[in-house]
């Protein structure tokens, strides 16, 4: 499989330049995350060879026996998918970065263990900027609320905001979202006086609009880990 995997680690790296050049950023101001949910420790150890080093997972219990042996100190470990509170000391344990902080019992169990275990996490919080009521995130109504929330938190370190957009049949639908995350974003930075550099947006199907709508961090498993890409 390795050159299999080679090939497309370098096809997706390349996309990822070609849009940060059309919108006028470098290829540096975005970093990969390979969602390597769907695939065994030994393809992740893999694809940490042939140079990734920030890996997103889904599942606590899974991530838990899959990195039991830890990941090389150079590489990131990310939660991505919605985290239950009565995971979460496991969480913080594990994971390097917690990307879908979107409640506020959430924060206070992550607060409250981050400080147990010593520890300062790095999050984002996760917002429904579409409102589907099957995908996790805080809706719109209450972002401000729970990014001062977190602010307010001593042993959590707010890095910036993830979204998922709903699964369009173009990547082109999916820019609205993205775009007005950014427009969260900027717009919380400047009232609350605080820089939020992370934008996670952008999956397999539409990190390259995401990109151009100002992601710097893209979250892509099918087109890197499937046989299958286009």
């Not at 996790?136 to 938190?153: D, F, K, M, N, Y």
Request: proline share 3%; net charge negative.
């Amino acid at each position: 499989m390795a050159l299999g995997l080679a090939h497309r680690i370098e096809a997706v790296q390349s996309r990822i330049a070609d849009a940060a050049c059309r919108a006028g950023r470098s290829i540096d101001d975005v970093t990969l995350i390979a969602v390597s949910k769907t695939v065994d420790r030994a393809v992740v150890d893999e694809a940490y060879a042939l140079g990734l080093r920030q890996f997103g997972e889904n599942r606590v219990q899974d991530s838990i026996a899959k990195y039991a042996t830890p990941l090389p100190g150079d590489a990131k470990l990310h939660m991505i998918g919605q985290l239950q509170s009565n995971k979460s000391l496991s969480a913080i344990r594990l994971f390097d970065v917690i990307q879908s902080v979107d409640r506020a019992s959430l924060i206070t169990a992550l607060e409250k263990h981050a400080a147990s275990e010593g520890k300062t996490k790095d999050v984002l919080l996760e917002v429904s900027v579409a409102g589907e009521a099957q995908k996790a995130g805080c809706p719109l109504s209450q972002v401000e609320e729970l990014t001062r929330l977190i602010l307010a938190s001593s042993n959590l370190n707010l890095l910036g905001f993830m979204t998922m957009a709903p699964y369009t049949a173009t990547a082109e639908e999916a820019r609205p979202v993205f775009s007005e995350l950014r427009s969260i974003r900027d717009r919380l930075s400047d009232s609350l006086e605080t820089p939020f550099p992370w934008l996670s947006m952008g999956m397999t199907n539409d990190f390259e609009v995401a990109i151009e709508e100002g992601a710097t961090h893209v979250r892509v498993g099918r087109a890197i880990f499937s046989e299958q890409t286009r």
